[in-house]
């Protein structure tokens, strides 16, 4: 088992920054891959960033590109989402998840495993 807990949400005006944090614990591995996605209020989560715990296989979603950065801490076992020029659209909770190597794809929710409790982003215009 692997657990995942996400902190660092909160509410900030349009175009400001937060940083999410995920820390993870349990069976953690070198082989887990780990996915941010979140979920507005009636719509579907949805893939916001991936990386892998050796700092590649970085991925985001095209309304995220160029704002939102994610890295990891392979010491610390925490991955992080650092989210700039922050759009009120960008509002919903955020969740941490992890993944093994297969199955492959890293924008569907139904490929990882592990979900944190999620934490909210709110973002006032």
């Known amino acids: 088992q692997v657990q995942l807990v996400e902190s660092g949400g909160g509410l900030v005006q349009a175009g400001g920054s937060l940083r999410l944090s995920c820390a993870a614990s349990g069976r953690t591995h070198s082989n887990l891959r780990m996915g941010w996605f979140r979920q507005a209020p009636g719509k579907e989560r949805v893939f916001v960033a991936h990386i892998a715990w050796s700092g590649d296989n970085i991925y985001y979603a095209d309304s995220v590109k160029g704002r939102f950065t994610i890295s990891e801490d392979n010491a610390k076992n925490t991955v992080y989402l650092q989210m700039n020029s922050l759009k009120p659209e960008d509002t919903a909770v955020y969740y941490c998840?992890?993944?093994?190597?297969?199955?492959?794809?890293?924008?569907?929710?139904?490929?990882?495993?592990?979900w944190g409790q999620g934490t909210q982003v709110t973002v006032s215009a």
């Open positions: 998840a992890a993944k093994n190597v297969f199955p492959l794809g890293y924008s569907s929710p139904a490929v990882y495993v592990y």
